[in-house]
């Protein structure tokens, strides 16, 4: 089954630590996003990638860095992990055309304490 | 830039009533716009988007571009719709990345 898989799927860390979030997908997708998800905050997107080649910051990029390592594998990692960086982190992959929907991962409940 | 408005964090109805989550977004041309749905420990998922005017899960939605809304409907609610829906905007000629509302919570009593 095409599919969108995230590891870990929950993390607890401690202030101050690297933390690496995996993203691998099957679907073939050429773009990919990190999104975070915050109570009363919605959605947040982090970081986007529409190939290996391009990657672009989201409206709330400080703190984190990504890497596409190919066109299957996104990362995400918080350099130095504070705890308002605890939220549940979403991968999600499209298609680059029109009206094509957003694929999530099933989410990394990170914990910053 | 386009924004989307999702006025309710929480809505609380009873089982058999209608529902209404209400989405507007800021945007002069001619929107993509899309419901996305997650249930209680579930991934977020497609629930339907404007341009295929099809009915999901007894849900339905219209883009009325006068008054800039998308609002999700279902005459008459069940307790399997309870969970987390978020409207999102696309913007053609962009880049095509959404922009999401923060969401509302419908809960459907029994």
């Known amino acids: 089954d095409a599919d969108v898989t995230q590891t870990p799927r929950n993390r607890i860390t401690k202030t101050g630590k690297r933390i690496m979030l995996e993203c691998s997908q099957t679907?073939?997708?050429?773009?990919m996003y990190w999104y975070r998800q915050d109570p009363g905050l919605g959605l947040r997107l982090i970081y986007y990638s529409f190939d290996v080649k391009d990657i672009n910051k989201g409206e709330i990029s400080d703190g984190y860095s990504v890497s596409r390592q190919a066109q299957a594998k996104f990362s995400l990692s918080l350099e130095s992990a504070i705890p308002n960086q605890t939220a549940l982190y979403f991968c999600a992959t499209s298609a680059r055309t029109a009206y094509n929907e957003q694929f999530f991962g099933p989410g990394t409940r990170l914990t910053v304490l | 830039a386009q924004r989307v408005t999702q006025p309710e964090k929480l809505l609380s109805v009873f089982k058999g009533a209608p529902v209404e989550l209400k989405c507007n977004y800021s945007?002069?041309?001619?929107?993509?716009l899309f419901w996305y749905v997650q249930y209680s420990r579930q991934r977020l998922q497609l629930l339907l988007r404007h341009i295929s005017r099809e009915s999901i899960k007894g849900f339905t939605a219209d883009l009325n571009k006068g008054e800039t809304s998308f609002h999700l409907k279902k005459p008459f609610a069940q307790e399997e719709d309870s969970a987390m829906y978020y409207c999102?905007?696309?913007?053609?000629?962009?880049?095509?990345?959404?922009?999401f509302g923060r969401g509302t919570s419908l809960i459907v009593h029994p």
């Open positions: 999102a905007l696309r913007t053609p000629g962009g880049s095509y990345i959404p922009t």
């Open positions: 945007y002069s041309g001619s929107p993509e």
């Open positions: 679907k073939g997708h050429d773009r």
